[in-house]
């Protein structure tokens, strides 16, 4: 469910943002510790348990259109680890299928857009992503221009209240603030990524984040049976994936790797964590 709240209103009395906090996260552009105190930011503004944080391009090589960035999850009274396991099932298996992003990758402006968890059929889907992860609430933040949409998701635990209009109104409201850095971290900290994978950041973001800087021209299906190789899957397995011949799938990965000078999986894997 989509939402339209007023923008913000600088004279109002309570203004949602701590500036100590919003100085923490300017230092920290560029660096792994934006997500993190991006984190601490939001949770002044909104009370929340997980933060997600994505950039997504048009890209007509990719299945759904568009090439998608992990930039980062941040937690509060939530493990870490777990955060970074249910994000890497999301984008190994689930985000070209998400609903919610589906309606609104591509689009321009700003936009606040609520996940009904409980009207989400039963299925790995939501048993994996919610249920397992006790998420009972979630609302996403995008921002989408010409050339990018940025996203931010904020997500509570099942004990916690769903989150209120004014509590969106207040997040929706510092959005001049936070996409900025957003779009800042995320163009000034790509090649440190490439060179100093952060923790966080999963390896198929790597490799998309190596391709974008070498400019790599792979194809479609090439590109799909690398990231399925990154992922984990065997070349069999990614073969059962696509619908094609194993021999295909082969092919696949005899022309990618050429294009990429890598000759195992191994290698392949760590020419997306190489530099430049």
Same mark, same amino acid.
């Given at each position: 469910m989509q939402l339209n709240v007023p923008p913000l209103n600088r004279d109002q009395?309570? #203004?949602?943002? +701590?500036?100590?906090?919003?100085?923490?996260?300017?230092?920290?552009? *560029? $660096?792994?510790?934006? %997500?993190?105190?991006?984190?601490?930011?939001v949770n002044e503004v909104v009370p929340v348990n997980v933060v997600h944080i994505e950039r997504s391009r048009a890209d007509s090589t990719m299945p759904t259109g568009f090439r998608c960035e992990w930039i980062g999850s941040g937690g509060v009274?939530?493990?870490?680890?777990?955060?970074?396991?249910?994000?890497?099932?999301?984008?190994?298996? #689930?985000?070209? +299928?998400?609903?919610?992003?589906?309606?609104?990758?591509?689009?321009? *402006? $700003?936009?606040?857009? %609520?996940?009904?968890?409980g009207a989400i059929p039963p299925g790995e889907f939501r048993q994996r992503l919610f249920d397992e992860a006790r998420i009972a609430h979630e609302c996403v933040l995008a921002r989408g221009t010409r050339h990018a949409q940025d996203s931010i998701a904020l997500e509570r635990g099942l004990r916690e209240p769903p989150f209120t209009l004014v509590e969106m109104n207040r997040f929706r409201s510092v959005s001049e603030f936070l996409f900025p850095l957003l779009e800042l971290h995320a163009s000034t900290s790509a090649a440190r990524r490439i060179a100093h994978a952060a923790p966080f950041m999963h390896p198929l973001a790597q490799f998309d984040a190596r391709i974008a800087a070498d400019g790599v021209r792979l194809s479609k299906r090439e590109y799909e049976t690398c990231a399925h190789l990154i992922t984990g899957k065997t070349v069999p397995e990614a073969a059962q994936i696509l619908g094609v011949q194993v021999a295909t799938a082969e092919s696949?990965?005899?022309?990618?790797?050429?294009?990429?000078?890598?000759?195992?999986?191994r290698e392949l894997i760590a020419w997306g964590h190489a530099a430049v």
């Open positions: 009395p309570n #203004f949602p943002l +701590s500036f100590k906090t919003l100085g923490n996260v300017i230092e920290a552009v *560029g $660096t792994p510790d934006f %997500v993190p105190r991006l984190t601490l930011l009274g939530m493990d870490s680890g777990a955060i970074s396991d249910v994000m890497t099932l999301y984008y190994d298996r #689930f985000y070209e +299928s998400d609903p919610l992003f589906a309606g609104i990758r591509g689009k321009l *402006g $700003t936009m606040l857009v %609520v996940r009904d968890i696949y990965v005899k022309r990618a790797f050429a294009k990429l000078g890598v000759r195992t999986k």
